[in-house]
């Protein structure tokens, strides 16, 4: 029996990248896997390719969460994971950040995992368990000088994980962060403007010598929904080849 077996988990931004691995890993360990997200070709094919299920959602639509929620819950029976995985990055410093781009940025990054936690604490409270696994980086530990509103997004998702965790403990919902440094999904293209050689000196900073697989961050997620980590709450969980160390 696989270590995930009857709980139900929904994954946004899952069409791809550390989503798509998350989605894999969580339902070959038995899984309902539910994978929401903007690229409905992508996230048909994650979800048929794992017997799952797909929806299409923008996280930044409030009354779409609960629709969303509602579904799964009908459907399935119960909600017992969410992993707020979708989210955009971009390299622009503060001073040349535009109003527009950090409202953007902040209200898929931010707003976005505001409003899944909130939709899904509904029905985990009522059934008393559940797990919630928001997806911070390591731009939420440290200044991000390059990318600014994005370090300030994931800065709020390492804190409202915290006073999520102490507001649901009490009804056996656990809240927690995870804060990835380079992975390889199609997120990293992003670095391009700052030079053909920055990828050597991001992997320069990086002790373990080498960039992470998605597989490496999904592994960790997957820990963090099982009941292994049943005493974990309101803590960051860093998955970065030793970078922030
Ligand atoms: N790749 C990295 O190096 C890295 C490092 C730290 C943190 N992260 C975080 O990991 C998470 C996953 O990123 P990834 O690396 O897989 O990148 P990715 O770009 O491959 O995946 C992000 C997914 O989110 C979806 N998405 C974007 N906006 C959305 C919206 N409004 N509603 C629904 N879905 C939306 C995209 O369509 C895409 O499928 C993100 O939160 C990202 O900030 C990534």
Redesign the pocket.
């Known amino acids: 029996m696989g270590q995930l077996e009857g709980k139900v988990i929904l994954i ?2 899952g ?5 798509a691995a998350e989605a894999r890993q969580c339902a070959a360990a038995g899984a309902d896997v539910w994978v ?4 409905v070709a992508d996230g048909e094919k994650v979800a048929a390719d794992i017997g799952g299920h797909f929806l299409e ?4 639509n409030e009354s779409l969460w609960n629709e969303v929620i509602d579904e799964i819950v009908v459907t399935s029976g119960s909600l017992d994971g969410l992993v707020n ?5 971009k390299i622009v410093p503060m001073t040349q950040t535009t109003l527009d781009d950090y409202r953007r940025i902040t209200e ?2 931010q707003t ?1 995992v505001f409003l899944g936690m909130r939709a899904a604490a509904k029905q985990m409270v009522a059934q008393q368990s559940g797990s919630i696994v928001n ?1 911070s ?2 731009a939420g530990l440290s200044g991000a000088a390059s990318a600014f509103a994005y370090g300030a997004s994931k800065w709020a998702v390492r804190g409202m994980t915290k006073s999520a965790a102490q507001e649901l403990g009490p009804s056996n919902v656990r809240v927690n962060s995870i804060h ?4 390889e ?4 293209q992003q670095f391009d403007v700052l030079g053909p050689d920055i990828r050597d000196r991001l992997t320069a900073n990086i002790p373990l010598g080498r960039t992470g697989a ?1 597989e490496e961050v999904s592994e960790v997620v997957f820990f963090l929904l099982s009941d292994s980590s049943r005493y974990c709450t309101g803590h960051e969980f860093v998955v970065d080849g030793g970078m922030r160390a």
């Open positions: 946004t931004g069409a791809r990248g550390q989503g929401t997200d903007l690229l959602q923008d996280v930044t995985n979708a989210g955009i990055f898929i990054n976005g997806i980086s390591i990835p440094g380079i992975i999904t199609e997120m990293l998605a």
